[in-house]
């Protein structure tokens, strides 16, 4: 029995009589809305021709759309060429070509020429399989660690931050670096490889020795800091001999890397140096120390009122004069320090945003629960106050990503560096636009992407706080 | 030790033996004490091995460069008489002057776009929102250097010679050597123009004030819009008929050598003007889009059951609060956008760090003080436009009980 006729059955029992000719029983079927309201047609009128402004917005949106869209899209594939191995694939009857007068369209060839160039640089051919296998490597860290549900993320991301780092670094350089002592006179023993291990035995001791003296003078125990320090000594003895390891790896230096590998170069360096960097100076920000504090403010005020530029400038002109003499930095190095320095300061206030949107009361509950200042930064706080930065840390990466490209003006060779001393080359002369055009689709796929996966994570990690 | 029994080494009111490591005091002025010996170690020692590089590279340091002559040309500075024989203090203050006139405008243009861009981005027009929304993220997720190199590479260069220039009207000719515009000339009394206008401004703003008073006394209105517009756009043209007609304006002139006369506004700053506005418009777009999503919809449906009609509720109640939402980051847009101006380095536009930190510097060797001064001065920017903005946000801000 259905709802209407049990309806009918209780009203004709409560009146007693039916008086009622005719009841419905059953509900008609809706009718179908007009055609006008559904379909494509319904849509049109809904969202583009609502009104008489609408209309008029509509129709001349699409002019707009018409003066621009035939002509990028002629350009770029339509009278494109797509092969060719010279200028000439490229000219019209006048300059001597087989294209009909007046044409005008992309010539990718010329972009095909110079491919490997915009990847690597001036990466020496016979070494090119080192970038590529650097590549190779970063990616297949990379992209296991950005889905969420792919397995093994803790040793994932020992790879990505302590192996991975290293590899890349003596397979880009070719590693053998020379060591020479640094604590000895050389009186006592003259420079070599075995002087800087000596020294270095030495040093941990004095850290050592240091480190003991301060906390027995404090009545503490003085084990666990003295342990942890020769566990760092020793992981960073592991780097150095690595690096200082001859894998029979050519020496190419940094002038001659170049291209989109330079830019990741800067990129992942910067962020993975400003990330430590940056969450360091926001507790320092709002620490209760007021030097630290002071310290802090300054530093990020600072980096953040300049340009990046006068940073790079600065970075190549003023920090060699700040060296002791005979102490010299690679180009790329300095210019590292200098992105590394400025995105930090970005990342602080990134991170001092995340920290402050965290309740009193989490930080009172871990303080309550006894836990130590970084207890309770590592176990409570940062957690959940990284969580919720997510998204500005991935807009600082890609702000920082698009900002490498100003490495051209200190002379480092990124893509657009490069795109200006091969348009200088006469046998392509002329072209300009297909590399504007190449450099800009992949900057773009790169940077929207990362943005869409960060939207992606917030959604995904998105709890409210209640 | 039997289980369950404490005990106690000191009475209640005795101070617990704490390690002296683990007294949270001690333990914070030896960390500060460390950091600060440290930072003045590092200073020290950066400070002595500059003196001692300069002295070995023989490069003078001071600031007696400033006095010097610079001669070398430059090829913009619309306020600032400067020629070779100018000195490299005259060289800052044209520096200085470029990055400005550049910032100003394109933080003007910037926002204006950036509002259009974001308004029509939550159209209910699906193709005026499709085309925001790529704008948007067109702009935006393209290096801005590349963007400044396409302006000024890719488009204006391929304009035509100066012989065959585009006439553009009343706004003047443009050619492959830049906008010729018409150029303003003061005659004398043309100040009184100036004074009108400001006087004019004064006067709205003391006329807002009495309205809003005699309206909370009253329940009077006073249409102070138009009173203002018509004080602030009336009393200079008052002023300009009054005292003569003291400015004209002289247009270009074709001639057989391309247009003369006029004001020419060369390419570079143009595309980097371009280039610029749009950019930061693309970020400001998102910026308007979430301010006014931040509004919630129940306080349009209140202004509207309290009677307001749709504009004075946008004007009272949804812009205010929207702005809230949208001040602190536009800040750091025009911050962002008076800092990306230096990219005119790349094609020479004479701005504080081309000119300054690029050719001064080469010329002089003088890294540190010049290094110094150029970032102070975008520092001392900053901060300005920041204490500026942050005073405008306590004024905007919510006040709460």
């Not at chain 1, 044409?103 to 915009?118: E, S, T, V």
């Not at chain 1, 003499?325 to 970005?346: N, P, Q």
């Not at chain 2, 001690?26 to 950066?46: C, E, K, P, S």
């Amino acid at each position: 029995m259905s709802d209407t006729d049990s309806q009918t059955a209780l009203y004709r029992a409560e009146t007693g009589a039916l008086e009622i000719a005719f009841v419905r029983e059953q509900m008609t079927k809706p009718m179908p809305a007009p055609a006008s309201e559904v379909g494509v047609v319904g849509w049109m009128r809904k969202n583009l021709f609502d009104g008489w402004f609408n209309t008029l917005l509509t129709l001349f949106a699409l002019w707009i759309l018409y003066l621009i869209l035939p002509g990028i899209l002629n350009f770029n594939f339509f009278n494109a060429v797509w092969s060719g191995t010279d200028r000439l694939a490229c000219s019209d009857v006048n300059q001597g070509g087989e294209l009909y007068e007046g044409w005008k369209g992309a010539c990718w060839p010329y972009i095909g020429a110079y491919f490997k160039q915009f990847i690597f640089g001036r990466y020496p051919d016979a070494e090119l399989w080192r970038p590529i296998l650097v590549l190779i490597m970063f990616f297949a860290g990379l992209i296991p660690m950005l889905i969420p549900s792919a397995p093994f993320k803790r040793e994932n991301i020992i790879y990505m931050l302590g192996i991975f780092p290293v590899v890349a670094f003596i397979l880009l350089t070719g590693g053998n670096l020379n060591y020479n002592g640094f604590l000895l006179p050389n009186a006592i023993m003259a420079d070599s490889a075995l002087k800087f291990w000596v020294d270095y035995v030495l040093l941990t001791a004095v850290i050592c020795g240091v480190v003991h003296f301060i906390v027995r003078g404090m009545d503490g125990d003085s084990r666990r800091p003295i342990m942890l320090t020769i566990f760092a000594m020793a992981l960073l003895g592991i780097v150095i001999f690595l690096s200082s390891i001859d894998f029979g790896l050519r020496f190419v230096e940094t002038p001659q890397w170049g291209g989109f590998l330079m830019t990741l170069v800067i990129a992942v360096t910067g962020i993975a140096a400003s990330l430590p960097l940056g969450i360091a100076l926001a507790l320092g920000r709002r620490s209760q120390m007021p030097v630290v504090k002071l310290l802090s403010v300054i530093f990020i005020e600072f980096w953040r009122g300049v340009p990046l530029i006068t940073v790079l400038f600065m970075s190549s002109v003023m920090l060699p004069l700040f060296l002791p003499e005979g102490v010299t930095f690679d180009k790329l190095l300095r210019a590292l320090i200098g992105v590394a320095l400025f995105s930090a300061a970005y990342m602080a206030e990134v991170v001092r945003g995340g920290l402050q949107a965290i309740p009193k009361g989490q930080y009172e509950g871990a303080q309550a629960l006894g836990l130590a200042f970084w207890q309770m930064m590592n176990l409570v706080v940062l957690p959940q106050a990284l969580k919720l930065v997510i998204p500005g840390i991935v807009n600082t990466f890609i702000g920082l990503f698009k900002d490498t490209t100003l490495v051209v003006f200190i002379g480092i060779l990124d893509p657009i560096g490069r795109a200006s001393a091969i348009r200088a080359t006469s046998d392509w002369q002329g072209i300009y636009w297909e590399l504007f055009i190449f450099i800009g689709a992949v900057f773009w796929i790169f940077c929207f992407s990362m943005s869409r996966y960060s939207m992606h994570l917030e959604r995904r990690l998105k709890t409210d706080h209640r | 030790m039997a289980s369950g029994e404490v005990v106690s080494t000191h009475s209640v009111d005795e101070k617990p033996k704490v390690a002296l490591l683990n007294d949270p005091k001690v333990r914070g002025t030896i960390v500060q004490a460390v950091l600060l010996i440290f930072i003045i170690w590092l200073i020290y020692n950066m400070v002595n091995n500059a003196a001692i590089n300069l002295a070995k590279a023989g490069i003078a340091s001071g600031f007696d460069f400033l006095d010097r002559e610079a001669g070398f040309g430059l090829n913009f500075s619309p306020f600032i008489d400067y020629t070779e024989t100018s000195t490299y203090g005259t060289v800052y203050m044209v520096g200085l002057q470029n990055t400005l006139i550049l910032a100003v405008l394109g933080v003007i243009f910037a926002t204006i776009i950036g509002f259009v861009v974001g308004v029509a981005r939550l159209s209910s027009n699906w193709v005026v929102s499709k085309i925001a929304y790529w704008y948007v993220e067109i702009l935006r997720n393209i290096p801005l250097l590349l963007q400044i190199f396409i302006w000024y590479k890719g488009v204006l260069a391929t304009l035509p010679g100066k012989r065959d220039s585009i006439d553009l009207g009343v706004v003047g000719q443009l050619n492959a050597a830049g906008l010729f515009a018409p150029k303003p000339i003061f005659a004398a009394g043309a100040s009184a123009i100036f004074w009108a206008f400001l006087a004019g401004i004064a006067l709205t703003w003391i006329i807002g004030r009495w309205a809003r008073k005699r309206q909370m006394a009253t329940g009077q209105q006073f249409p102070v819009f138009w009173t203002g517009l018509g004080l602030v756009l009336g009393l200079p043209i008052l002023a300009y008929l009054v005292t003569g007609m003291p400015v004209s304006l002289e247009y270009p002139v074709s001639g057989n050598f391309g247009p003369r006369g006029g004001m020419q506004v060369i390419p570079e700053f143009i595309s980097l003007l371009i280039a610029l506005s749009t950019y930061t418009a693309a970020f400001i777009a998102e910026i308007v889009r979430a301010g006014i999503l931040a509004v919630n919809r129940g306080q349009t449906e209140a202004s509207h059951a309290l009677g307001l009609r749709p504009g004075p509720a946008l004007r009272l109640v949804i812009i205010p609060q929207a702005l809230r939402v949208i001040i602190p980051p536009l800040t750091s847009q025009y911050l962002n956008l008076t800092k990306n101006s230096s990219l005119a380095v790349a094609i020479a536009y004479p701005d504080l760090t081309a000119v300054f930190a690029g050719t001064a510097l080469n010329q002089t060797g003088q890294a540190v003080e010049i290094l110094l001064m150029t970032m102070l001065t975008y520092l001392a920017i900053s901060l300005a436009v920041s204490l500026f903005m942050n005073w405008y946000n306590a004024k905007m801000a919510l006040v709460e009980r």
